[in-house]
């Protein structure tokens, strides 16, 4: 089974980098094939809107999404990371979503693949959730089967969310902190990686 992470962060190999990193781990240490893609090391230009794609499964642009469109056609699994910008994902994973259109026009070519979203936010209740919300609606709008974990015990959290917001200090001012230091965005990340492998396993994939 080949489990895809794409990261929408700007900054390879950061904060988001790490929780996809963490999700892929454990894919891998139940039996999957894993491949990290930096969007930021790609040279992947805007959609155009030229509309082509309504009447083609391919982009009238050619650039590195040529390479990523062949990787998701190749993975049994999708995992999407961004972090938070103003409570939606970043403009780099935005438009990664919008070049993803020539996959969903004429057929929707990634149905019935495994997919899930991860982000990593600055605040804790600012923004994370909606993150999610529009990648699990990207997931749903290419008929990806959504994968949403949940480790054992009590419930966490609602997702696979890191922040780097470590509580206030005395004065009330706001203490800051690696996102790796978020155990149970970090925990939740890795309980995705072994569910989406879970479930792949169920559908003999
Ligand atoms: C332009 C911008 C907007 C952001 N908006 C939010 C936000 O709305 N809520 C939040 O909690 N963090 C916000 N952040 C913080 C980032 O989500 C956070 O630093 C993230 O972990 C960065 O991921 P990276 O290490 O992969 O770059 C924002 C950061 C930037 C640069």
Redesign the pocket.
């Given at each position: 089974m080949k489990v895809l992470g794409i990261?929408g962060?700007?900054?390879?190999g950061?904060?988001?980098?790490?929780?996809l990193q963490a999700a892929l781990d454990a894919a891998a240490e139940a039996g999957a094939e894993t491949e990290l893609v930096e969007l930021s090391r790609l040279n992947i230009g805007f959609c155009i809107g030229c509309n082509k794609c309504l009447m083609q499964t391919s982009c009238t642009l050619s650039d590195d999404m040529e390479g990523l469109y062949e990787k998701m056609r190749g993975a049994d699994a999708i995992l999407l990371?961004?972090?938070?910008?103003?409570?939606?994902v970043?403009a780099r994973t935005k438009n990664f979503m919008d070049r993803t259109r020539p996959f969903h026009m004429v057929e929707n070519v990634l149905k019935g693949k495994i997919g899930a979203g991860l982000?990593?936010?600055?605040?804790?209740?600012?923004?994370?959730e909606g993150?999610l919300a529009l990648i699990d609606q990207w997931l749903a709008t290419h008929e990806m089967l959504a994968v949403h974990a949940r480790p054992e015990g009590p419930v966490l959290a609602p997702g696979a969310i890191?922040?780097?917001?470590a509580g206030l200090d005395e004065a009330g001012r706001p203490v800051w902190r690696s996102?790796k230091g978020d155990a149970i965005g970090f925990a939740i990340a890795r309980q995705l990686g072994t569910d989406v492998v879970a479930l792949g396993e169920r559908l003999g994939r």
């Open positions: 990261n962060s700007h900054r390879a950061k904060g988001t980098a790490a929780l990371a961004s972090p938070d910008y103003f409570g939606t970043s982000t990593t936010a600055g605040l804790n209740n600012c923004g994370a993150t890191a922040t780097g917001f996102v």
